[in-house]
Structures are given as C-alpha cells and as structure tokens.
C-alpha cells in the first residue's frame, strides 16, 4: 500500500472547499429553480385566469340559448304577426275569403295598392282623410246589402286575426230595401302589416 502524501490539514482544507462548492451551487441551483417556479406559476395563475372566463362566458352562452329556447313560442307568435311582402296578396284574399264564409257575407272583388295612402269617408261628415301608411292596402268590394251583424263580424274577424290586418275605411250608407238590419257597402280598405 502506497501511502498518500496528504495531510489532515490539507484534506481539512480540500473538504471544507467543496463544502463552500456545494453550498455555492446549491444557492445558485436554488436561485434558478425559484426563477423557473415564480414562470411557470404566473403561466398557470394566467392559464386558469382564462379558463375561468371563458367559463364564464360559456356559463353566458349557456344561460342564453336555454333563454332562447324558452322564448320559442314568443319568437313563432311575433313571426306570424306579419306576412311576407310577396305573399300578402294571396295570403289576404285567403285570410279575408275565409271571414267573410265565416260572418255570411259575399266579396265580389280585390284590388291591392302598395304602400299608399287609403281614403276614409263617414256618412255623418263630408271630410275625408288621407292616411299613409308603409303597408300594402287591399280594397274588398262586398255584396250589397249586408246584414250589419254579419259586416260587424267580418269586420271583427279582420281586426283581430294574424297576420295582423287593420280597416282602414268603410264606406256605409243607408240600405234602399228598406231593412232595418241593412247597410249599404261599397268598399272596405284594409291595411295589410307585411315584413
């Protein structure tokens, strides 16, 4: 056996250096290894920070489609409150020959005007007023004479159906046949609400 030329003293010297060594590296280990931690935190504190709202948002999304959902029926009331432009005029000599079988009164003719103005004359008053309107008018010509129970039931049946059609004017006048329960008609101008 060979005999080692160091010395206590040197080998104190030799372990107390790497003590230092290894305590130096493992400052600086920890030093790095806090560095990567503190990133890696903020990445994930940002990662859930985002996950949350867009939690939130699809919690929003959520809530709105079922409230959608919910108002389905009110969607399919409000689209049936008007009619299509192109179909008003087929859809309102439907609608009205349909009353009028309803209420038992006769429609001899139809004659339709885009958004125009309607004129509206009484028998007690000689004014006339020229409403305008962004609706198509249809003008019914009606039988005479009618029952002024019937025409009230058409009339009736017009205002409160949908699509949703508005009378405009009446022309009535006294019937010559001299029924009590007659009126004499001329025309009836009704607004049609089209989309």
Known sequence: MK??????????????????LIIGGSAVGIYFAQKWLL???????QTVAESNSSGNSTQA???LQAELA???SIIAKTSILTVPRQEYQSKSIQELDQYAADAGITLSNYSFSAAATAAASTTTAAATA???????????TLSSPVSYGKLLKFMN?????????????VNLGRSTDGSGDSVKIDQLTIEVSVN
């Open 61 to 63: 999304a959520a809530r």
């Open 70 to 72: 919910a108002q389905q």
């Open 39 to 45: 990133s890696q935190a903020q990445t994930i504190s």
């Open 3 to 20: 005999k080692s030329n160091m010395s206590a003293k040197t080998l104190r010297g030799v372990l107390i250096f790497l003590i230092f």
């Open 157 to 169: 049946y017009i205002e409160n159906n949908l699509p949703k059609m508005q009378i405009v004017s």
């Open 130 to 140: 020229t409403p305008t309107s962004e609706n198509p008018i249809v003008t019914a």
